[in-house]
């Protein structure tokens, strides 16, 4: 049952959460991760995803989200919903969360995943988010024991106020998953970077 579907028209106040990054500038300045910087947004050959995905799985809660390629491996945490009605983000740097009214991470749906690019004490768990390539794996373990994974189909970055609302939280046919960070430059004026990194995933192997 495709239950997501109702779930979506409340996600356009979500999107105000994932402009924080940090709330002061780093200590270390990260790269500026302009959209020339970013993968092409080009996708594996889409009816050839389509033949090989696999059955989407129960509902199960993440605990770790590894990216390989780029050296990510971290416990996530659970993220809800503040009193306004925003997605809450991770407090620190480190670690990544889930959001939880979503679908979990193999299910139906769009699970999603963010976490901050940087701190006040340095470099965060998505640091080089913006550096994963088409077709590199993440893999997410979850409490049933199972790790799910996943491949990197496109990686974009988009200027916070055209954030893809649609794309990221809308609904699917399959078991996606999003992976979410701040990008472009520094604005301190504001105090948050122009951007956001958006890596799209598809499920590849149930765990």
Not at 11 to 18: F, I, N
Not at 174 to 200: K, P
Request: one cysteine or more; hydrophobic letters at 45%.
């Amino acid at each position: 049952m495709r239950w997501w579907s109702g779930a979506a028209a409340s996600t356009t106040v979500l999107v105000v959460a994932l402009t924080a990054c940090t709330t002061a500038p780093p200590v270390a300045p990260a790269p500026t991760r302009s959209a020339a910087a970013v993968r092409p947004t080009a996708s594996v050959e889409a009816s050839t995803i389509a033949s090989q995905r696999p059955p989407v799985m129960a509902a199960s809660a993440p605990v770790r989200v590894e990216i390989p390629a780029i050296g990510v491996d971290s416990e996530l945490m659970r993220l809800g919903l503040q009193d306004d009605g925003t997605m809450e983000v991770p407090p620190a740097g480190f670690p990544a969360g889930w959001y939880d009214g979503a679908p979990t991470p193999g299910e139906l749906g769009p699970a999603v995943i963010a976490g901050h690019v940087d701190w006040t004490t340095g470099p965060g768990v998505f640091y080089d988010l913006a550096q994963v390539s088409v077709g590199d794996e993440v893999r997410v373990s979850r409490a049933d024991g199972t790790t799910p994974v996943f491949a990197v189909t496109a990686v974009e970055e988009h200027p916070k106020d055209e954030f893809p609302t649609a794309a990221v939280y809308g609904d699917l046919d399959h078991a996606g998953l999003r992976l979410i960070t701040c990008g472009g430059d520094w604005d301190g004026s504001v105090r948050h970077y122009t951007a956001n990194v958006v890596v799209f995933a598809e499920l590849v192997r149930p765990g």
